[in-house]
C-alpha cells in the first residue's frame, strides 16, 4: 500500500495523446483571427527533453513585442490542458506558452516531484522566452502542482508580471496526512507518520528531492508578485483552507476567488472573465492596428483621417462609396454613371461637396422659408427636405432621383454626426427612431421652431440676411461634425448606430 501511494505522489499516470489531436491546430482561426501554434523542444538542467508549444497571432506587426503567459499543468497532466487559457488569452494579443514537464506528456522523465524540479523546467522556459525578441513581460497560469511550481519560482524570478493560482497546496506533508483521512486508510497514526516518513526516504531516492522540502507558505512572504488565487469550495483533494493560508501569508497584491466545484472540475466562466481582467492589467498587451487602414488610404484616399483597431470596414465601405456616388450625376440611378475624377477625391472633399449640395448656398433658396407676409412659416419635415434637395439639384429635372442604396449610405454618415452632445444639429432627448430626419433637417429645424412664434416685422432682405447667416453656420457645424464623426469611426473610439433614412 505504501509503495502505492508513493507512485501515487512522483508516478502518476502519464497522459500519453497525439499534439495534432489534443492541442490546437497547427493554424486555427479563432475569435475570428487567424493564429498557429509553434512545436518546440527545451532542455532542462538535468538534460531533460521538455516538449513545448507557442500560441501567436499568424500575423504580427513589425517592431511589436507581445506579453506572454506561461501555463504550468498539473499532476497527471499535460500541456493539453492548455487548451482553456488560449481560448481567454489569445484574443486579448497575449500569446501563450505551455510544455509538458518532465515527466509528464511527451516529455522525458521518470518521475515528478509536484512542483520542486518543475521549477526548473519552467526557468528554462523563461529563459526561453526571454531570448525572445517578440516576447515583451511574462506572466504564468498555474493549475494545481503547476500553481505550487509559479508560486516556488515566482519566490526567485521578482520580474514575472503576475500569476494566476489555481488549487495550490500549502504544504506537501500536510496533504499527505490529509489524503489519509479522505481515502478512509484506518491505521492508528503513530503508523501514518512512520508510513510517511518511510515515503519521505523512498521518494528521496527515487525523484531526487524532500517532501518536507515544499513548505510553500514559508515562500509566500518573501513574493510579491500580484496574484490572483482560486479554489473550488467542493475541493476534497486540496482543500480550500491550503489556498487560504498562502493567500494570508503572500506579500504581494493579491486577491481570492472561490467558485462551485471540485479540484477537477470546469471553472465558471466568471472565474475566466477575472483572469482575462487580471492578465490586462499587469501585462498591458498593446492594440493592434487596424489591417483595413492602409487598403482604405490607398484605394478610398482617407487623408487626414486613419484607420483604427475597432474599424468598422464595411459600414466605411458603404459610407465612402455613398460619398462618391452623391457627387455624380444625381438624375441618374444607373451604377453605369461614374464618376472617374471624383473616385480619386478625399473623403474631406467629398464631405465638403455634399455638405454645400444639402445646404443652402444664397438668399433665394430662404424664400420658402416665408409666407407671402414674409413671416416664418410652419412647414413639415418631408416639404423642407424636398425642397433643400431641389435646390441642391436644380441643374436636373428629376429631385430627389438617388438610388436608395446612394440615399441609405448617406444617412448612415449623416449618423455620424448627430451623436455629438455639444453641437446644435444633435438630437434632442426623447425623439421616436422614427422621427429622425437627416443632419441638414435637424440642423434647419431646430433653431427656426424655437423663433417661428415670434412675428417678423423686419424687411424680407434684412430677415434673409439673418438667416443666411444662421443657416451658413449651421452648415459649417455640420461638416465638421460629419469630419468629426467619421474620424471618430475610423479610429474606432466610438460605435455608432445605423440610421436608416426615409
Not at 495523446?17 to 501554434?37: C, H, I, M, S, V
Not at 519552467?122 to 515583451?136: I, M, P, T
Given at each position: 500500500?505504501?509503495?502505492?501511494f508513493?507512485?501515487?505522489?512522483i ?28 512545436d518546440?523542444?527545451l ?7 521538455l ?5 501567436v ?9 507581445l506579453?506572454c503567459?506561461?501555463y504550468?499543468?498539473?499532476n497527471s ?10 481560448v ?17 506528456g ?11 524540479h ?32 509559479s ?25 499527505m496526512?490529509?489524503?489519509?483521512e ?24 527515487r525523484?531526487?528531492?524532500d ?11 518573501k ?49 475566466y472573465?477575472?483572469?482575462?481582467i ?26 487626414a ?17 455613398g ?24 473623403v474631406?472633399?467629398?464631405l ?13 433658396d430662404?424664400?420658402f ?14 416639404t423642407a ?6 435646390k ?24 455620424l454626426?448627430?451623436?455629438?452632445d ?7 432627448p426623447?425623439?421616436?427612431?422614427h ?11 431646430t433653431?427656426?421652431r424655437r ?52
Amino acid at each position: 500500500m505504501i509503495e502505492q501511494f508513493v507512485n501515487f505522489v512522483i508516478r502518476p499516470p502519464r497522459a500519453e495523446y497525439n499534439p495534432d489531436q489534443y492541442l490546437w491546430e497547427p493554424e486555427f482561426t479563432l475569435a475570428g483571427r487567424k493564429y498557429k501554434r509553434l512545436d518546440l523542444e527545451l532542455t532542462n538542467e538535468r538534460g531533460q527533453t521538455l516538449k513545448c508549444s507557442h500560441y501567436v497571432p499568424a500575423v504580427i506587426p513589425e517592431d511589436t513585442a507581445l506579453p506572454c503567459v506561461i501555463y504550468c499543468h498539473g499532476n497527471s497532466g499535460c500541456r493539453a490542458d492548455a487548451n482553456e487559457a488560449a481560448v481567454i488569452l489569445l484574443p486579448s494579443n497575449i500569446t501563450l506558452f505551455t510544455l509538458d514537464f518532465a515527466g509528464s506528456g511527451l516529455s522525458s522523465g521518470q518521475y515528478v516531484s509536484l512542483g520542486w524540479h518543475e521549477k526548473q523546467d519552467l526557468k528554462c522556459a523563461v529563459s526561453f522566452l526571454r531570448n525572445n525578441k517578440q516576447v515583451s513581460c511574462i506572466g504564468l497560469w498555474g493549475r494545481s502542482m503547476g500553481a505550487v511550481t509559479s508560486l516556488l519560482y515566482g519566490a526567485e524570478d521578482p520580474s514575472i508580471a503576475g500569476m494566476v493560482l489555481d488549487s495550490a497546496f500549502s504544504n506537501l506533508y500536510d496533504l499527505m496526512m490529509e489524503l489519509v483521512e479522505v481515502y478512509k486508510i484506518r491505521v492508528p497514526k503513530f503508523t501514518v507518520k512512520m508510513a510517511v516518513q518511510y515515503m519521505r526516504r523512498v521518494i528521496q531516492r527515487r525523484a531526487k528531492f524532500d517532501i518536507m522540502d515544499l513548505n510553500v507558505v514559508q515562500f509566500a512572504p518573501k513574493t510579491f508578485i500580484p496574484a490572483l488565487f482560486g479554489h473550488a469550495s467542493n475541493d476534497m483533494f486540496i482543500q480550500p483552507h491550503h489556498t487560504e493560508r498562502i493567500h494570508q501569508a503572500y506579500a504581494g497584491d493579491k486577491n481570492l476567488i472561490k467558485f462551485e466545484g471540485d479540484h477537477n472540475s470546469p471553472r465558471p466562466q466568471f472565474y475566466y472573465d477575472s483572469v482575462s481582467i487580471f492578465f490586462y492589467n499587469v501585462l498591458h498587451p498593446p492594440q493592434f492596428p487596424s489591417t483595413c487602414s492602409d487598403k482604405f488610404d490607398k484605394y478610398y484616399n482617407l487623408g487626414a483621417f486613419k484607420g483604427g483597431p475597432g474599424t468598422n470596414e464595411s459600414l466605411l465601405y458603404e459610407i465612402i462609396n455613398g460619398l462618391r456616388a452623391a457627387g455624380t450625376d444625381a438624375g441618374s440611378s444607373s451604377s453605369a454613371t461614374t464618376n472617374f475624377t471624383n473616385a480619386t477625391k478625399s473623403v474631406v472633399e467629398l464631405l465638403t461637396e455634399r455638405v454645400n449640395q444639402l445646404c443652402v448656398k444664397n438668399d433665394n433658396d430662404l424664400d420658402f422659408l416665408l409666407d407671402e407676409n414674409h413671416n416664418l412659416t410652419e412647414m413639415d419635415s418631408n416639404t423642407a427636405e424636398c425642397h433643400l434637395e431641389d435646390k441642391a439639384n436644380r441643374q436636373t429635372e428629376e429631385c430627389c432621383s438617388y438610388t436608395s442604396s446612394n440615399r441609405e449610405s448617406w444617412g448612415r454618415c449623416s449618423s455620424l454626426g448627430a451623436a455629438s452632445d455639444g453641437s446644435s444639429s444633435g438630437e434632442q432627448p426623447g425623439i421616436p427612431n422614427h422621427k429622425h430626419k437627416s443632419m441638414t433637417l435637424r440642423a434647419l429645424a431646430t433653431p427656426l421652431r424655437r423663433i417661428r412664434r415670434k412675428p417678423l416685422t423686419i424687411p424680407k432682405e434684412k430677415k434673409n440676411r439673418s438667416l443666411w447667416k444662421r443657416l451658413k453656420k449651421e452648415r459649417q457645424e455640420m461638416g465638421e461634425n460629419l469630419s468629426q464623426r467619421l474620424r471618430l469611426c475610423l479610429q474606432g473610439q466610438a460605435r455608432h448606430k445605423r440610421t436608416k433614412s426615409s
